[in-house]
């Protein structure tokens, strides 16, 4: 049929893009397209860089929690020659080869955990749980081992004991210091109660874990050392398990208690944080919601814009139409007009965004050094520090996000200008 033209043709896309173009005449078009691109642009960033930081944050988090905690830890209770229940495997030598055993599992390793008192000749004491592990599988924590800020030599660990940076800072201790580890649970007395122990060890290694709370209250001693200390001769308190697939680690609980035994119990590196994972989760689904609400109060700026481009061009409008130009092809040309402003924002703000996740800890670290330090405090968080981590999942939801409601927005001024009546717009010129 005569006067009928392939959708989204060239001379659509030639008519859109010189509509666009700024010209004195009509200044404001241009800026508005101008304010309705810098818009979307700068919403897409926000939408990029929040998402990248929340990952950031959630990946440190978890490597916080992971790094020098098992994925799981197996434990049990078992009855005494006096019937009182007791924690701890008598047969951990084997209940660890068991262990090893489950498919997936790529490192099981026996310890004793306790609690007891670190005082120093200064008079300095300090809360501590120590655990009791070979220096073999400490020296297999990653964490405990690889940080920028660890001092001493691990493998020195069978001659003293290993501190957190934070006791040791809080302590005024050095690697080399002397100090004494007190527990309640120490000999048995004639009167059947317990005495103090105390025993005096050398600080051999200050580690920085990369979780606060982990440096300020962990100390580690070798294994026969520990059962020695609290009382646990041949028994080790539970196994720390490490697996394959850490995110998948409920699928790993049903062999592990069966590995562990009659009595055997599992406990999850998210069953102990749970709740902080859930907190996350919900997070960042609220601050997604409200930064899509930020993309499309900056879409909207596009009606704006194209209204006004409407009105002014009501005569091409009218003359383009007794032309023969269709409904369809007017239609195109402003949702043309109106995809190219989403568009060009939306590849300007997730650039921007992308950048800005890349370049982060620089950009951080001079913001913070402007606002005279203090921007992330580590004693109030689970992590030294702010990270951001740029996920292609999170870049592709913001740019469709951004692409759907600028194309959507696009639409009703677009049909006002192809309803628009020839006769009418062609009236008073």
Not at 100 to 105: K, T, Y
Not at 245 to 263: F, H
Request: aromatic content about 10%.
């Amino acid at each position: 049929m005569a006067g009928r033209t392939a959708p989204f043709s060239r001379f659509e896309w030639m008519i859109a893009w010189r509509y666009l173009r700024a010209r004195k005449a009509e200044g404001g078009v241009s800026v508005m397209t101008w304010i309705s691109v810098i818009g979307i642009t700068l919403s897409v960033f926000a939408l990029v860089a929040v998402m990248a930081v929340r990952a950031g944050f959630r990946e440190e988090f978890v490597n916080t929690l992971l790094g020098a905690n098992g994925h799981a830890t197996v434990y049990n209770w078992r009855a005494d020659d006096q019937g009182r229940r007791l924690r701890g495997f008598e047969d951990w030598q084997v209940a660890t080869e068991r262990l090893a055993a489950v498919p997936g599992v790529v490192r099981v390793a026996p310890l004793v955990r306790g609690q007891a008192m670190v005082t120093t000749a200064g008079n300095g004491s300090s809360g501590v749980q120590v655990y009791g592990m070979s220096v073999k599988d400490i020296e297999a924590i990653p964490s405990l081992t690889t940080g920028g800020d660890d001092f001493g030599e691990i493998t020195r660990l069978s001659e003293g004991i290993a501190l957190g940076s934070g006791i040791a800072r809080d302590l005024g201790l050095q690697v080399g210091d002397r100090l004494r580890l007190i527990s309640p649970d120490g000999p048995k007395t004639a009167m059947g109660g317990s005495s103090l122990r105390v025993m005096s060890y050398e600080l051999v290694y200050v580690f920085t874990s990369g979780s606060p709370e982990i440096d300020r209250t962990r100390a580690y001693l070798p294994m026969e050392e520990a059962q020695s200390f609290f009382n646990a001769e041949g028994i080790a308190d539970e196994f720390e398990v490490m697996v394959q697939s850490p995110e998948a680690i409920d699928s790993y609980v049903p062999q592990l208690q069966e590995a562990a035994g009659q009595n055997g119990m599992v406990w999850t590196w998210q069953q102990s944080a749970g709740n902080y994972l859930r907190a996350l989760t919900v997070e960042d689904n609220m601050m997604f919601i409200l930064m899509s609400i930020l993309v499309l109060i900056a879409s909207l700026n596009i009606i704006s814009g194209l209204v006004m481009l409407v009105k002014n061009k009501g005569r091409d409008i009218g003359i383009l139409r007794t032309m023969g130009l269709t409904e369809g092809s007017v239609l195109r040309i402003f949702f043309l007009c109106g995809a190219l402003t989403g568009v060009v924002g939306t590849i300007s703000g997730v650039i921007l965004g992308s950048l800005f996740a890349y370049y982060f800890t620089p950009i951080f670290d001079f913001i913070n050094m402007v606002a005279g330090g203090g921007l992330w405090d580590s004693s109030v968080r689970p992590i030294y520090q702010l990270s951001a981590k740029l996920q292609l999942t999170d870049v592709i939801t913001a740019t469709l996000l951004s692409l759907v409601l600028s194309f959507v927005v696009t639409i009703f001024p677009a049909r006002r200008a192809a309803r628009m009546n020839p006769v009418e717009a062609l009236r008073y010129e």
